[in-house]
C-alpha cells in the first residue's frame, strides 16, 4: 500500500507535499559546476522508460503520485509505462511561455528570453551567474530582443496555445497548468494576461503563475492582478532567488495563494529534510517541486518528511 502524503488544495486541485520535477527526465539540470556532464549522465540513464517507471513507481510507493509534466518525449514515454501498469499519477502540466506572435508571426523561446533580460539589470542578478554557465546562455545572448513596435503588436497565439492545452487533455492532465508571466508583467502587456487567462478558462484549466524574478511579482501587486497559485524558486541558500533571496521572500511569505516551490534541493546543495524543515516551516499552502533521479533519491526525500520537526 502506498503512503498518503499531506495534501495542498490549490483551487480544487490537491497536490502532495512533493511533485516530482521533470527536469532530469529531460535531461536538463542545474547541478554545477558542469551542467553539460551532468545531462549527459541523465541522458544515458533515462534513455529507456525502465530506470524513469522505476524512480516514478518508488515515488508513487511513497504517496508522490504527481508528476510536472512536459511535452518532452521522455515524460511521454514515462506516463505511457504507467498508464499500461494501471498506475495513478497525477499530470501537472508546464506551459512553460505562453505561445506569442506579432502579425500571424510567432515569437521563438529564444528572443522572448532574450526581452526578459533586457528588461532587468539582470548581469548585477545572481541569476546572471548560474545562466552563464549553460549552452542556453548563447542561444538567448545571440537572439534579437523585441523592439518597441514589436512589443506594442504582440499577441497571445490562441490557436497554438488551446492545441497544447488540448494535448495535456489527452494525456490526462490535472486542470492546473504551471506557466511563466515574466514577459507580460516586465513589457507591461497586462492586456495578454486577460487574453491568455480567458483561453486557459474556456478548456477548464487554472492557472499557476510563476517568476524566477521578485521584480514580476511586485508588478503584479501593484497591478492587483491575482492568480489562483503561484510557482517560483524558494529554498534555504536563495539559489535562482532574484534579484535577492530577501526581496523574492517578501513576496512569498505574504502570499495567501497556494505556491509550488521549485528550487528547494538548490541544485543539490541542500540536504532533502533541512531543505523541507526550511520551506514547511516557512509558509503554509506550499508543496515543493523536486527534481529525483535515481531511486535513491526519492527514499532520501520520503524518509526526511518524516522527520518529526516538519
Known sequence: MSRKLLEVNFDGTYLPQIILGCDPFECYTYFYPSPERKSSAYSKRFLNAGTMLEIASAALDGGINALNFSRHENLVKLVEEIKKRGLEMKLVPLVFQIPLKVRDEPIPVTRIEATFFRHI???KNQLYKEFVKTSMYREVTSALPLSKEEIDKLDIDGGRL??????????GCVKLAMTCVEIFALTQRFDLIEVFLQIFDKLGYKVCAGSHIADVFEILEKEKIRFKAYYAPLNKIG????PTQEQM??????MKEPLIA????????????????????????????????SIQEV???LRSLKAEDL
Open 262 to 293: 521549485i528550487k528547494p534541493l538548490a541544485g543539490g546543495r541542500i540536504k532533502p529534510r533541512e531543505a523541507f524543515n526550511y520551506i514547511f516551516n516557512l509558509r503554509e499552502n506550499v508543496v515543493c517541486m523536486v527534481g529525483l533521479s
Open 299 to 301: 527514499e532520501e526525500a
Open 249 to 254: 521572500l517578501r513576496h512569498l511569505v505574504k
Open 162 to 171: 488551446e492545441r497544447a492545452l488540448r494535448w495535456f487533455d489527452s494525456k
Open 121 to 123: 539589470d539582470w548581469k
Open 239 to 242: 539559489f535562482l532567488m532574484a
